[in-house]
């Protein structure tokens, strides 16, 4: 007898869980549907403020897979419509056709929960007014480039400076925008320690990116024509004639809750090793909507990134479709840029390892992306912090110009491998003077904390 997998949720996770699971099973033995509520699927949401910005020059080049091509391999999606309601006991769900309103329950032997992350929205006065724009899907980053092709002011607000306030920050400048940024935190990339955020923000200043800190957004004004026109503080007043949301996501799990599936401190689901959703045997659920183990603190966490969602969905459609893979868990890896700035981390800030109760030694070092006397040498600064005692790499941060953010992948993997900063030290990578001062930044820092640790 046929079995049919259900999907909720048609982009990285859902959508890599349901192909991968098409190339474990033919269509005679295993029928897969999947719903999404937008009117894409298997699009890369990380691009959009690159789109937006015109780095990519349109929507479509975001589109890894179309739903002709998923149908093309016997996957019936089906757009716009949204799953109401998760019934376990029976083994169904409920979905709405977002066009006509009708409803239909459909039943499953297998379940993917993708619903992913959804943005924070404060039920601020004037969230709702026009010119108020999140960008979490493609439907959002049209929206927005079509209010700023009509708007005929040139200042922009952004609200909130993580990765995608600072992305979109850029995206503004380099299209020409007046750009101020209201920070709740004391120093924009909360992913970071403030010294390191310090960095970021004295670069975006320098773009002539206006900077406000320690700022809580209290309202949006808006005119009479129903249009944002400032954002407010409980200081001031910053005119807008366009106003960007970025401060942040939480797990979308309002049908995971309501179904009475186990949901994590961070708010996400709570899943084994195989994806598999823990006290149910044939529902799992991957991407932004569940919680982690980081490999560092031994804890979980929730971190909305795409490249965990595409492994997960991999992992989730090897499993659903009769096979067996695990995922192992995450150390925090993450990559940004505000025009020729690059940002990275991997592993714990600070805050993070006082937070579990480790031990532990800081450093900060200066260094270029080449060598010193090689053309077009870029500095940049590395933060590193080991475990006391045992010498354990803990984390890395980088903020630099062409040549530092990917310089954390040797973290992340020492930090997979558990590695120690005298073993990082010792490490053998590759130099020339183009590519790399003779010690690479990361080795540098790596020697200066083993010699503040001591000799082992």
Known sequence: MRERLVVIGGDA???SAASQARRMRGPDELEIVAFERGHFTSYSACGIPYWVGGDVEGRDELIARTPEEHRARHIDVRLRTEVTEIDVERGRVRARDLESGAESWTSYDK????????????DLPGIDAAGVHGVQTLDDGQALLDTLTRTEGRRAVVVGAGYIGVEMAEALINRGYEVTVVNRGREPMATLDPDMGRLVREAMTGLGITMVDDAEVTALPSGADGRVRAVATADAEYPADVVVLGIGVRPETTLARAAGLPLGDHGGLLTDRSMRVRGQENVWAGGDCVEVLDLVSGQLRHIPLGTHANKQGQIIGTNAGGGYATFPGVVGTAVSKVCDLEIARTGL????????????????????????????????????????GTGRLLGVQIVGREGAGKRVDIAAVALTAGMTVHQVAALDLGYAPPFSPVWDPVQVAARKAAAKLGAR
């Not at 379940?111 to 404060?122: E, K, M, N, Q, S």
């Not at 937070?355 to 010193?372: D, I, N, P």
């Open 13 to 15: 996770a859902g959508m």
């Open 349 to 388: 800030r600070e805050k993070d390892a006082h937070r579990v109760g480790l031990r532990f030694e800081t450093v900060t070092v200066e260094s270029t992306s080449r060598a010193g006397y090689y053309p077009d040498a870029a500095p940049m600064t590395v933060k590193m912090l080991a475990e006391l």
């Open 111 to 122: 379940l993917v929960i993708a619903t992913g992350a959804r943005p924070v929205r404060p």
